[in-house]
């Protein structure tokens, strides 16, 4: 199978931009998921530090549909951050995704917590999300059931916790729909951790697209992104650098100025982005996850001055 896809890679390189000619080399990487596993072909042309071309390799089509269709969109509105999508098919009894690779190495945020770095990291986000922005006018009028009623209905029921229920009431009374609909319909990465980011030379490329658009409440992104930072310390507040701390609220500053937002929003999309996040990981059937993200809803409702002092207490009213 290797030979038929370097030589569809052969056929496809004038279309797609790349060398039809020259030595192509490639890694191959065994992407173990408890939940589902897939393989990616790292193309590399005559030596290259980095591919030119990945393929994502799977046994059934829907994921990689969905990240696709997902990549296309994206895309179309943010390309200097995201993979150039360039043919999705069946190969040989598997699907394949092809997609432009793009430069860079995982970040690996407990060896930089340096501000400059950081912020480049959140005026990324900010330009991405300008790009991904959409008018209001285009929802589709189920975003209060699709981003308050159905994580809140589920984190309710996935155990039987009056904390949890009692939470989970507290959020929905101040999550109408007047404000829910009156926040800016931002379509998120949906699992944007720190390897999900690629850094080169000062640069940012963002990959891994399988979860865009399933949220878009703004801050989610950048919620999400700073405690996947943060949890490499530990999972709870009282475990988080210092360091990495006190540029927290900073951070959710420069997001919420670059794309006009209101920082007093946070207060409730704070757990929102919990609620949410623990309701996709529990849809795509990341059962891991699932339990781990229930877990900190807990420790939070349990401890929000703790939570509230690191993500709201610092910020400008």
């Known amino acids: ?3 038929q896809w370097k030589q569809f890679l052969l056929d496809q390189a004038l279309e797609w931009g790349v060398p039809g000619t020259g030595e192509w080399s490639f890694l191959l990487h065994n992407n173990y998921q408890p939940h589902y596993s ?3 072909l790292l193309w590399f042309h005559n030596g290259d530090q980095f591919p030119r071309v990945v393929t994502k390799v799977y046994r059934e089509p829907r994921i990689l549909e969905r990240e696709f269709e997902n990549l296309k969109q994206a895309f ?10 360039l043919y999705l098919g069946s190969q040989g009894g598997f699907w394949t995704l092809w997609m432009e690779g793009v430069p860079g190495l995982p970040f690996h945020a407990a060896h930089d917590y ?3 770095t950081l912020r480049s990291m959140v005026e990324m986000l900010i330009s991405m999300h300008a790009g991904l922005r959409q008018p209001l006018e285009k929802s589709d009028g189920n975003r209060y059931r699709r981003s308050v009623l159905s994580p809140l209905e589920m984190l309710a029921q996935f155990e039987d916790s009056d904390l949890i229920r009692e939470g989970c009431a507290r959020i929905a009374a101040g999550a109408t729909v007047d404000w829910i609909n009156s926040l800016p319909m931002i379509p998120q990465h949906g699992d944007l951790f720190a ?7 000062r640069k940012w490329h963002v990959i891994d697209w399988e979860s865009f658009g399933a949220v878009d409440l703004p801050f989610y992104d950048l919620f999400t992104l700073l405690l996947s930072l943060l949890r490499a310390g530990g999972e709870f507040p009282e475990q988080w650098d210092r ?7 900073a951070l959710i500053e420069c997001y919420a100025r670059g794309l006009g937002l209101s920082s007093a929003d946070v207060r409730l999309l704070l757990p929102l982005t919990l609620a949410n996040w623990f309701h996709l990981q529990w849809s795509d059937g990341r059962h891991q996850f699932t339990v781990r993200m229930f877990a900190t ?3 939070y409702f349990e401890n929000s001055d703790a939570w509230e002092a690191v993500f709201i207490s610092g910020l400008e009213r």
């Not at 360091?243 to 609220?249: K, N």
Request: glycine content about 6%; aromatic content about 6%.
């Open 38 to 40: 897939n393989l990616n």
């Open 76 to 85: 179309s509105r943010a390309p200097k951050w995201v993979p150039k999508p």
């Open 297 to 299: 809803i807990r420790h």
């Open 195 to 201: 390897g999900n980011l690629l850094r080169y030379r």
């Open 243 to 249: 360091s990495l701390l006190r540029q927290v609220p």
């Open 114 to 116: 340096a501000p400059a």
């Open 1 to 3: 199978m290797i030979g």
